[in-house]
Structures are given as C-alpha cells and as structure tokens.
C-alpha cells in the first residue's frame, strides 16, 4: 500500500505539477503529516522532490525530471484498453491517436501482461437499438474549441425548426448520451447543452475563453435530473396487467420506476392500478398505444379523451 501511495504521489507531481500538502492529503484519504513522511521517503529513494513554502508552495519535482516508471498493474493495464473507445474516437478524428497510443503502452509493458485480450472480448457500441450514427460535420471543430478552450462560433438549429441561430459560446465539455454527442457551452451567463448535429458551420474563434473551474461530470448529472423532471409535467392514472407492467419499461427507466412503485395489488382479473409520469396528453396517448390491449386509462379525463379519438379514428380507417 505504502509503494502504490508513493508511486502515485510521484505520477502526480509528474502530471499535475506543484500539489500542497493538504490536497495530496485529501487525494489519498490520509493526514498531512502521512504525506510529509511519504515526501522524506521518495527524497531519500533519489527522486527530487522540493517544497516550497507560502500560499501557492507546495510539492514539487526538479525542472525536467521525469520517470519513465509507470507502475501498471495487470488489472490496471486492462482497464485502459477496455476503456478505449474506437467509435466515438474516430468521430473526433483521434483514430490514430488512440492507435498510437495503444501500440505505446503495450510497448512498455511487460511480456506477461496481455491487455489486447480485453479489447478482443468486449466492444462498446453506444449507438441504440434501429438507429443509426449521426452525420456529425461540426463535431471536430467544436472539439477543437473545448480542448484548445477557444470561443466558438457557430450556426444552431433547434429540434423541430428549419431556421438557424448564430451563436458566440464558450466551450465547456462534449458528452456522448446514448451514441448522441452533445456540446456543454457557456451563453452569456447561462450554461446550456446544445446537440452537436443540430449545429451547422462551426467555427473557433482566435479568443482564449477563460472559465472557473468546471465539473462536467457532476453538471452533467444535474442538469439530466433537472430535464427528466422538467420534461414529465404531468401524470396518469392507469391499469394494465402483468405484461403492460413489463412494457412500460420500452416508455423509460422513470416511467418504469414510477409505475412499479406505485402499482396496487393485482384484482382477481390480474390487473394493477399504477400512477405514471407523462409529457404531456398527446405525447401521453402517443406513449399508451405501445401498450396495446396491456393498459386502460383511468384519468385523467382528457388523457382518456384523446386515447377514444386516436382508437376510433384508426378503427375507422381499417374497418
């Protein structure tokens, strides 16, 4: 344990630069003063390390001292050809870059270890079920903007309209959903996602965008929390049997939740009655008809309303 902590600290000094003590401390989960220790023992392995005291001092390595000493674990080795994402890679034009890199960490590790293995036995295919990839034009200048941190320029299409909107946003991350990329940008003062295939003509701009720090990963949690609330405004009142519970599930992962935590028990004719979320009554009724004869809708009025004019309307056309 002791060897991996230090290791780590030097991978650390070497990638991150100067670190205080205190937030290598926090890194490793352990006190100050376990740090101090760990800094005297690698000064006195030969690795040179200095402090330097003050409010910006800290840890940090000579001017050009670099190891060559990776440390990789077996497991470790593995994990990184098992995250390695050929797809969506190449959609950022960095194909040869993930190849090189491959082709380098194999070469400086030992003969016994066989990551290859991993990357032979599992595949990652992001995109869903009955779609296909989509044309992304834009996508490597806007990923040239979010890693050089350049103000974008570009032209935006919002779902369902024809007309275009230019745009002057500062990049702050690209996230791939479901085999969807999109743009996580600064407008103003406002933070917004914008789909990348939604966006024509994109240009970066010769203007250093500079942002407080910024955590994609936890925005991106809210900000997917915040628009599954948002988008479910109403709800429904249904029965369905055992197999319209099961179906639910093709209606979302929250629909499914709601309705297994509030069905009843099942009448002596094997239907439950649950509560669902939905959009809105005709996206709601739209939704329903997946269902089939699996579900009959209890409420509210205008939801059953709008579920009659559909069904009699398709009886209509195919008497």
Known sequence: MLASRLLSILMLLQTRGRMSASALAKA????????????????????????????????????????????????????????????????LGLADTLAAARLKVMAALPKRMNPERIAARFHLDPVGWFHGAEPLPSLKPVAQAVWSGQYLALDYRRAGQSSLRALKLGPLGLVLKGGIWYLVAQNGKAVRTYRVSNIADARVLDEEFAHAPFDLPTHWERASRDYIAGLYRESAQVRVTRAGLAKLETLGPFVAQAAAKSAR?????????????????????????????????????????????????MLHRHR
Do not use: N
């Not at 800094?39 to 003050?54: H, K, M, T």
């Not at 959009?279 to 709601?284: H, R």
């Open 28 to 91: 490793f989960e352990v006190s100050v003063r376990t740090i101090h220790r760990d800094i005297d023992q690698l000064s006195a392995a030969g690795v040179p390390v200095f402090a330097e005291r003050g409010r910006d001092g800290g840890f940090a390595l000579m001017d050009g001292y670099r190891t060559t000493l990776t440390g990789l674990t077996p497991p470790e080795a593995e994990t990184l050809f098992l995250a390695g994402l050929p797809g969506p890679a190449a959609q």
């Open 265 to 313: 028990k099942p009448d002596k004719h094997g239907w439950m009655r649950c509560t669902i979320p939905i959009e809105s009554t005709a996206v709601g009724a739209r939704d329903l008809l997946r269902l089939g004869e699996e579900v009959e809708i209890v409420g509210p009025p205008a939801l059953r309303k709008a579920m009659v004019r559909t069904l009699s309307a």
